[in-house]
C-alpha cells in the first residue's frame, strides 16, 4: 500500500505489480469500453434514423455485443487460397498491438496512467501511426483488389491527416511552455498539468487560436481513425469493406476492435491536449471544499440517472407475459447500476476530506477518471453522430481538404500561436 | 524517471532488443519477397528504438518510431505494393557477384571485430551523466542553437527530396 | 551477466551495418537494397547515440536525427526513381539497371 | 516523353460496341497501377445485379462496361404466351419500385390497341396512383443514392416515408410492390372509402419530410462536393443516346411525356416540368426533388375532383384486338416507358416490346463517368436511378 498513497504513475515509481495490474485494467475496461461502444453506437445510430436497433438479445438489445463477440469467435477462420498467410495472419495483431500500446502514457488522472514519458504525446502519435502498417499489410496480403485499393486510400489518407494532426499537437504544446521557466513538455500529465497552472483548458486558450487547433486535430482524428465522413477506406458502397473484405470471425473482429480502440486513442489525446484532461470544470474557480463536494458526487449522480432510465424503461415495456423475462433482466440491470451509483455516493462521502486517507484517495481517483472517461465518450457520441449526417468525401476531396486547408491552417495557427506567445510573455 | 532508480531488467532488454535487431537485420537481406523484408525491417527499427530508449535518448527513439516506422515503411510498402510483380520474387535473388559482396563485408566485420578487441579499453565501462528529463527540450535548444545552420540545411534537403520523388513519380515527365 | 557497456552497443551497430552492406551488395531486388541501406544508417545511428551517452552530451543524438532526416529524403528520391524505372522498364532488378540511356 | 496512346472517343457516338479492349496485349505506356476490377455483380452498389467492369488508372476510371443480364427473365417472350390479361401483371416484375407505371403503359397501349378510352373517373384514379408511385421511386431513389454517397440516414427516411404510400396501396388493392393495380379498360377496384381523405393527409404530411431530406443534403457542403459537376452529360449527349426522364431534364431539355403527349388525365392539371443546367449529378437530384412536389400539386388537383362515374370501359371478355402494331409510352419515374404492341389478330400479342427507361439510361455511364474516380461510378449509378429488374426484363 505505500505505492498507493504516492501522487506517482505505476511506471515511473518502478513498481511492477501495479504497473500489471494498472495494464490488466485498462486492456480490460478499452476491451469492454468497444464492446459498450459498439452497442452505443449501434442504438444511437438507430435512434437518429427513426428505428430501433439491436433489441432481440436482452433487454434493449443489451447483450447484443456479447452475442456478436461469441458470433465472431466460433466463426470458421477462412484465410483465402491466394493470400500470404503469414502477413495476413499478423496484419491485425499489428493494428491491435498499436492501438492498445498508445494506452500506456494516457493519463487517466495524475498518479491513473501505467507510465508517464517525457515523450508522451509523441510516443502516443508515433505509436498510433503503427496502425497504418496492419492495414496496409491486410489490403496486400488478402491479394485482393477491393482491398488492395481500400489499403492504399487509408494509408495515404493517414499519412496526409498525420500532418496536420501534428502541427495541431505542436501548437498545443507551445502552449504548456508559457510558465515562468519557459520550458514545454511532451508528458501527457505535464500537460495537463500546465493547463491547471495557466488556469485554462488550451481550447480556450488565446481564443479563437486553441480552438482553431483543436477543431483541426478533432477534424484529423476522424480521418485518422478512417471514420464517417473520411471512411473511404471502408466505403461499403464502393470498395465493399476496403481493407479487411477477405477477413472474417475472429480477425476481423479484431480489426474493428483496434479500429474502436484507435478511436478512443485520439479522443483521450484531444481530451488531454484541449479540454483539460482529467480536471474537472473550473478547478482553480470554485476550489472551495463544498464545490469539492458537490463535483465528487458527479459520477454517483450519473450512475443514479442511468439507473434510472434502466427502471423508467422497465416500468414502460409493455404489460404482457412476453416481456416478464425482458423487464426483469432490465430491472436487474437498472439496479446494478444503482448500486454502483450507491458505492460511488459512499466513497464521495467518506472521501469528502482531502486528507491522505483511502477512502478520500479512492474518491479522487474515481473523480478523476470520472471526468476523462466524460470528456472522451463524448468524442464517442460525436463520431457517431457524424456517421450518422454525413455523406462520405471523395478520395481527391480528401486529399485536398488534408493538405490544401487543414495543413495551411495548422501550420498559420501554430505561427500565431508562437508569436502571440512571445508577445503575452 | 526517478532519479537514483536504477533502469530494470537492462541486460535481459539489452540481449533480447539486440537479439530481435540482428534478426530482424537478417531477415531484410535474405527473404525472398519484399513485403516480408519490410515486415522484418519494422521490427528492426522498433527493435532499435528499443535500444534508443535503453540509451537515454527517448526523443531520438520517438523520432525513431514516428518518421522510420511510421512513415518511411509505409512509403517502402506502398511501393511495394505499386511494383509488386510476382515474377522478381521467383526469380533469382541475389546477382552474381555475392561472393565478392560478402567476402568484402565481413572482412569489414573483421575489421570492425579486430578493433573492438584491440580498443576495447578505449570505450569506458562507467558513462557520463546524461540529463533524459529534459533531453527533449535540450535536443530543441541544440537543434536550434548549435545547430541551426544544419537544420536548415536539413530542411532545404527535405524540401528539395520532396520536390524529386514528385517529379521522379509522375506519370509523364 | 556483465553490465551492458557502450561496446555492446557498437557491437549490435557493426552487426546491423554489416547485414546492411551485405544486403546492399548481394540483392537484386532495388526495393530490398534500399531497405539494407535503412539497415546500414539505422547502424551507424545507433553508433552515434551509444557515444553520445558515452560522453553524456547530446551532440550525438542530434546527429542522429539529420541522419534521419536523411534517410527519408533517401527513401523518397530512391523510391521516387524507382517507380520512374518500373514505369519505364518493368523491372526492379539492379542488374538490368545498367543502362544510363534508353 | 510522349508515347502515342489509343484516341478517346470524342463522344457516346463514335463509341466501339466493347469500350474496353480487355484482351489487348501491346502497352503502349508501360504503367504500374492499371487495373480492372469487377463491380458487382454483387457488390452493394450496383442496385441488384449489374456488373460493372472498370478499368482503372489507380482511382481513375479509364473506361467501363456494364454486363447485364443476370436478372433477364425473358418477360416479352412470356408476353407471347399469355392472353392480354395474362400479360398485365408481369409488367409490374419489371421496374418494381414503381409497379403502377408499368401496368398505365401497358394498359394503354393495349387499350390504344383496342381503340377503347377508360372512364374520366378511372382516368383520374389511375394519375392519382402513378403519381403517388412516382414519388415512392423518387423516395426509393433518394434513399439508395444518399447511402451510395455515404449518408445512411436518409435511407431510413424516404422509407419510412414511402411506407404510407404503400399502404395506400395495399389498401386500395390489396398489394404494395407489385400492385397490378389498373386493368385494361380501366380499374377493377373502385376506391375504398376514405381513400380521398387518406391521399390528401398524405399531401399534408409529405412536404414537411422533402424539406427534412433537402435539409440533410441539399446545403451540405459534402453532397454539393460529391454531386456538383460529377457524371455530367450535355443534352446534345443525352438527346443521342436516347436517355430520358429526370436525366435528361437536367441536362436542360424540357421534355416530359406528361406535357408533350398527355396520357391519361394529363392534360387537366396544371404543374411543371422541371430542368436542369448542368446536367450533373446534384441537378439530377434537385429535378427529382422538384418532382415529388409537383407530384405532389398534380395529386392536390386531381384528389379534390375525381368525377363520378364507371371505372371500367367496355372491354370484351376475352381480348382480341385487330391486326395491327401500337407504339405507347408514358413518362415513368425513370423516364419514357414504351410499349410496342404487335396484335395478330389473336388473344395472344405476337410480340411486345418494351422499351425500358432505366436500360437506355444505364447506356450514358461510360461517358457519365469517364475520366472520373470509383467513387463517382458509384453516385452516378445511384442517380441514373435503374432498376436490374427492367434492364434485363
Known sequence: MSYFGSQLSPGVAGN????????????????????????????????????????????????????????????????????????????????????????TVVPFGPSQAVSDMNIGILFMLGVSSLGVLGIVMAGWASNSHYPLIGALRSSAQMVSYEVAMGLAVVSAILMTSLNESGTGTLSMIEIVRAQQQQGIWFIFKFFPLGLIAFVIFAIAMVAETNRAPFDLAEAESELTAGFHTEYSGLRWSLFMLAEYAAMIAVSSIAVTLWLGGWMRPFPNALSAPAWEFLFSLFPALTFGGLAGIGFLGAARMPSHSFFKIQRAGLAVFAALLGLLALLLLVIAIAGRNADNSIAARFREGIDYVYWFVLKVAVFMYLFIWYRATWPRYRFDQLMKIGWKVMLPISLGVLIVTAIVGVIVK | MTPGMAPVATPFFFYLLSGLAVLGGVLVITRRNAVHSALALIVTLLAVSGLYLMLYAPFVAGVQIIVYAGGIMVLFLFVIMLVNIERTAKERQFNRIWPAGVLAAVALLGLFVSVYVKGKRLFPDSNLPLPETSNTQQIGVMLYGNYMFSFEIASLLLLVAILGAVIMAKKRI | ????????????????????????????????????????????????????????????????????????????????????????????NVDEIDLLKW | MSVPTKPEPANALTNEVSNLDLATSEKPYLDSNELVINMGPQHPATHGVLRVILKLDGEKVLGTECVIGYLHRGVEKIAENRTYTMFNPYVDRMDYVAAVSNGLGYCEAVEKLLNVEAPPRAKYIRVILTELNRIASHQLWLGTHALDIGAMTPLFYTFRDREEILKIFEKYCGARLTTHAFRIGGCQYETYAGFEKEVENYLAFLPPKIDEYEALLTGNRIWLERTKNVGVISAADAIALGVTGPVLRASGVKWDLRKAQPYAAYSDFDFEIPTGKNGDTFDRYMVRMVEMRQSLRIIEQAVGRIPEGPIMAKVPKVIKPAVGEIYHSIEAPKGELGYFIVSDGSTQPYRVRVRPPSFVNLQALDIMVRGMLVADVVAVIGTLDIVLGEVDR
Do not use: C
Open chain 1, 16 to 103: 511492477q505489480l501495479w504497473a500489471l495490474i494498472y495494464i490488466s485494467i485498462i486492456f480490460a475496461g478499452v476491451s469492454v469500453a468497444v464492446m459498450a461502444m459498439n452497442w452505443l453506437e449501434r442504438k444511437a445510430l438507430a435512434h437518429f434514423q427513426v428505428r430501433l436497433g439491436p433489441m432481440r438479445v436482452g433487454p434493449h438489445g443489451l447483450l447484443q455485443p456479447i452475442a456478436d463477440a461469441l458470433k465472431l469467435l466460433l466463426k470458421e477462420d477462412i484465410i483465402p487460397a491466394e493470400a500470404d498467410q503469414f502477413v495476413f495472419w499478423i496484419a491485425p495483431l499489428i493494428g491491435l498491438l498499436a492501438s492498445f500500446t498508445v494506452y
Open chain 3, 1 to 92: 551477466m556483465v553490465p551492458i557497456t557502450t561496446l555492446h552497443y557498437l557491437v549490435v551497430a557493426a552487426a546491423l551495418f554489416v547485414l546492411g552492406l551485405i544486403g546492399v551488395l548481394t540483392r537484386r531486388n532495388v526495393v530490398i537494397v534500399l531497405m539494407s541501406i535503412e539497415l546500414v544508417l539505422n547502424a551507424v545511428n545507433l553508433n552515434l547515440v551509444a557515444f553520445s551517452r558515452m560522453w553524456g552530451n547530446l551532440h550525438g543524438q542530434v546527429f542522429s536525427i539529420f541522419i534521419v532526416v536523411d534517410a527519408a529524403a533517401e527513401a523518397a528520391v530512391g523510391l521516387g526513381i524507382l517507380i520512374a524505372f518500373f514505369r519505364n522498364k518493368e523491372t526492379i
